[in-house]
């Protein structure tokens, strides 16, 4: 008669196994390891061990923004805060959808529009729209057809597909980042295999712009570099350069052959107004630079899951804008295809109509004024709670969604540990998560963690 076998999975031993089978008494049979067992009676036992062919795969880190959202989730306290991901909250600290999300959507409906295929380069009244919306419809460089622009999957695809194109096309390049940036932008280069260093930006004495610093690195970096730069409501900081500061840039990158490659991840959302905040990007157009900006809608339209946005391209002449677009397109078809058009019709609808893009204005401005609000409690909270003397002013000085409160990495988990305030390691917290109502609370955590943690 034939032995019997009992598979059993033993995978906490595995490894073990694995460097010691003898000792342990193991047989290979393929790729399954038994257990050489005693005969007893006429059953053979043997104990098949399902080694996993991904062994060698180790446990990834938690993404340090989107893992702080989880680790909310897991904490039971009533006071917790999460400040770590940059999503706006209503006061009520919900989730919000625009109006004018819904009436596109409505209208969507209404509609009965099919699910096709987009072509590569995505939705072209949603390409025409975001380009006019960016440089202003009436930018030279669009009426001249000057610009590249593909529709990707919101300002992370963008940015992929940009840094794809880099490589590709200036594989001796390298790209200069600020310091300290947004976590992802580093992610992106390393994967897209493109080398990358960082130029000073922030200065921790006055939790302001190192801009002397910043002006320095970009001179001293190779000729023809890419030059990242946050065009509004820099992440994680909050600290933008002046339109003087811009200027001054502008002139340092010309000379140097530099190539500006911006990310507007919050326009509209810094001041509120759409053109203020698009300043910088026009400013260098203007002054005739070719250059790279990654758009996203997450933000000002709340499309956060919808994954929209796209990558622009402004070449010096439509030729050269109709070969890049191409490659552009020949370097998404294997990444991703083409990308989803729900998110693209929204923004096509909203911008493309002249009274859904007024509301969404308005809306913008409500939203941006909800965070300013909150900003100027909570500074009036730090300023009259600390007896320390410290200026809290910074606070004030810094726009868009984040502030970079200057806690340390000690400070900030001191905040998570004590408070159950959930923000990034880096000290930056998310004042679209803050309520009028939560903001003494905040104030008193941090005052605390601030004089109470080295
Ligand atoms: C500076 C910056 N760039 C790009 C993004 C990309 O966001 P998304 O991929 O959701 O558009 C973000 C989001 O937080 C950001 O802060």
Not at 17 to 42: M, Q, S, T, W, Y
Not at 147 to 175: E, M, N
Not at 224 to 250: M, R, Y
Request: net charge positive; hydrophobic share 40%; charged share 20%.
């Amino acid at each position: 008669m034939a032995s019997s076998v009992a598979p059993l999975a033993l995978s906490a031993s595995a490894a073990a196994i694995r460097e010691n089978p003898k000792r342990i008494g193991v047989g290979k049979r393929g790729d399954n390891l038994f257990f050489k067992g005693k005969a007893f009676g006429r059953v053979r036992m043997a104990v098949a061990v399902n080694v996993s062919r991904f062994e060698s795969v180790t446990m990834a880190p938690p993404d340090p923004i989107l893992g702080v959202s989880e680790a909310f989730k897991a904490d039971t306290s009533d006071v917790k805060l999460n400040l770590g991901v940059g999503a706006y909250r209503t006061e009520e600290l919900q989730p919000y959808v625009l109006n004018v999300v819904r009436k596109a959507e409505n209208l969507m409906l209404e509609r009965g529009e099919n699910k096709e295929y987009l072509p590569i380069e995505g939705l072209a009244a949603f390409n025409k729209v975001t380009a006019d919306l960016l440089f202003g419809a009436n930018n030279i460089v669009v009426q001249e057809g000057k610009v590249a622009t593909v529709q990707s999957l919101s300002g992370t695809g963008s940015l992929r597909l940009a840094a794809a194109f880099i490589q590709r096309y200036f594989p001796d390049a390298k790209v200069l980042i600020s310091s300290p940036t947004w976590g992802n932008h580093k992610n992106i280069f390393n994967d897209a295999r493109v080398p990358w260093s960082e130029y000073r930006y922030y200065d921790p004495r006055t939790v302001g712009l190192d801009f002397d610093g910043m002006l320095a690195d970009i001179k001293a970096a190779p000729d023809g570099s890419f030059v990242l730069l946050h065009g509004c409501a820099h992440n994680p900081t909050g600290i933008d350069p002046t339109p003087e500061q811009w200027n001054k840039l502008a002139d340092i990158i010309q000379d140097k052959n530099h190539i500006p490659f911006f990310d507007v991840a919050y326009q509209g959302f810094a001041s509120g107004s759409l053109d203020t905040d698009a300043y910088s990007v026009r400013l260098f157009v203007e002054r005739g630079l070719e250059l790279l900006v990654a758009q996203s809608y997450s933000k000002n339209l709340g499309l956060y899951a919808e994954r929209i946005g796209a990558i622009n391209v402004v070449c010096s002449s439509s030729d050269a804008a109709a070969r890049v677009k191409s490659q552009l397109k020949r370097l998404a078809r294997p990444m991703y295809s083409n990308p989803p058009v729900h998110g693209a019709r929204i923004v096509a609808n909203v911008v493309g109509d002249p009274t859904l893009f007024n509301e969404w204005k308005q809306e913008m401005e409500l939203m941006a004024g909800r965070i300013k609000n909150v900003r100027q409690r909570l500074f009036d909270y730090l300023s009259r709670k600390d007896k320390s003397g410290k200026d809290w002013s910074f606070i004030l000085k810094q726009i868009g969604m984040f502030s970079f409160t200057g806690l340390n990495k000690a400070q900030s988990e001191h905040m998570t540990n004590k408070w159950h305030v959930y923000m990034t390691k880096d000290g930056r917290i998310s004042l679209a998560g803050l309520s009028l109502s939560k903001c003494e609370y905040l104030a008193d955590a941090i005052i605390d963690s601030f004089h109470n943690v080295s």
